[in-house]
């Protein structure tokens, strides 16, 4: 069921690791009424549970690792004047300790992409990775969360979906967020942003090279996937009974 349109509107994205959430977020960055936000809890949980990740220190270093603060951040005035505030968040980074009040009056969705895709473009980064690292059962939590809390499940997007028809999929998601589509959403100017990580991060290497969401960006992903190994394969195999549990909810349009 589609939201009211408000006046403003904070809106939560939570998704997984390489979901193309930053994309997402470049997406909404490129509206004139939106201001945008980029994992504020990463830092409160690079230090709180000792991951070890691409940047860490420099992340900890320029980051928020209070997550009260953070949260007193979240429920503070929207940026720059604007009537929509978008967050992205990764559902690692919701952490038992970290308070839950603020999601509630909020518009949430959820950005999920196979879990096969998703480990290839995380192994690039981190071979070492594990399932726990991808955080699909998280994720599958933070939706069961947010429908307790909120009332009503959020809506869920596939990126495989997305790329398949990017206005369709931007215009029904807009729709059930209760916001009006703007065509802007579509293509962006390449670059870092003020939101990135320093100009080399690994994990940003090529969004910042990004002007749009691209249609083969599936296959070309799938023609990079590396070679298949058993531990790769025990991986996908554990994330993927909370993928298909949240892509039987998914929004739907008339060409998906």
């Given at each position: 069921m589609p939201r009211e349109q408000l006046e403003e509107q904070r809106i939560a994205m939570w998704s997984v690791?390489?979901?193309?959430?930053?994309?997402m977020l470049r997406a909404w960055e490129s509206r004139s009424d939106t201001a945008v936000l980029d994992e504020p809890f990463y830092g409160c949980f690079l230090k709180e549970t000792g991951a070890d990740r691409p940047g860490r220190e420099e992340s900890l270093a320029m980051m928020?690792?209070?997550?009260?603060a953070v949260v007193a951040d979240l429920q503070g005035p929207i940026p720059d004047g604007k009537s929509i505030w978008f967050q992205k968040h990764h559902s690692l980074h919701l952490l038992p300790t970290t308070p839950r009040e603020w999601m509630d009056g909020m518009a949430?969705?959820?950005?999920?992409?196979?879990?096969s895709l998703v480990a290839a473009s995380y192994h690039r980064i981190r071979p070492d990775m594990t399932a726990h690292d991808l955080g699909w059962r998280e994720l599958a939590?933070?939706?069961?969360?947010?429908s307790a809390r909120t009332g009503q499940a959020p809506p869920i997007l596939d990126a495989s979906d997305l790329l398949s028809d990017p206005e369709s999929h931007l215009e029904a998601l807009c729709e059930a967020l209760g916001v009006p589509f703007d065509p802007g959403m579509l293509a962006w100017p390449s670059g870092?942003?003020?939101?990135?990580?320093s100009l080399g991060d690994p994990w940003y290497a090529t969004v910042q090279t990004s002007t749009g969401f691209i249609a083969d960006e599936?296959?070309?992903h799938a023609s990079e996937t590396p070679e298949d190994t058993e531990a790769m394969q025990q991986v996908v195999d554990a994330c993927l009974p909370f993928y298909e549990q949240l892509h039987a909810k998914r929004l739907t349009t008339s060409g998906s």
């Open positions: 690791p390489r979901a193309l959430s930053t994309a928020e690792t209070d997550s009260a949430h969705f959820l950005l999920i992409r196979h879990p939590e933070v939706h069961d969360l947010l870092r942003r003020a939101t990135d990580p599936e296959r070309k």
